[in-house]
């Protein structure tokens, strides 16, 4: 975990390097993600809309 910490503090201490990315918003409140099946699947379709991932 420290590491991914390091990793994020890193990356966003230098615009250049978030400027560069997409920004998703997704509002997750009244999602339950991690227990509902259906709401962590409308997350994941929120990402791929938001990326030409998929």
């Known amino acids: 975990m420290r590491r991914l910490?390091?990793?994020y503090?890193?990356?966003f201490s230098?615009?250049?390097?978030?400027k560069k990315t997409k920004l998703i918003?997704?509002?997750?409140n009244?999602?339950?993600?991690?227990?509902?099946?259906?709401?962590?699947?409308?997350v994941i379709d929120e990402i791929y809309k938001g990326d030409s991932l998929k």
């Open 5 to 7: 910490n390091l990793a």
């Open 9 to 11: 503090e890193e990356f």
């Open 14 to 18: 230098y615009p250049d390097n978030y």
């Open 25 to 28: 918003k997704i509002d997750t």
């Open 30 to 42: 009244g999602l339950d993600f991690v227990g509902k099946s259906k709401d962590l699947e409308y």
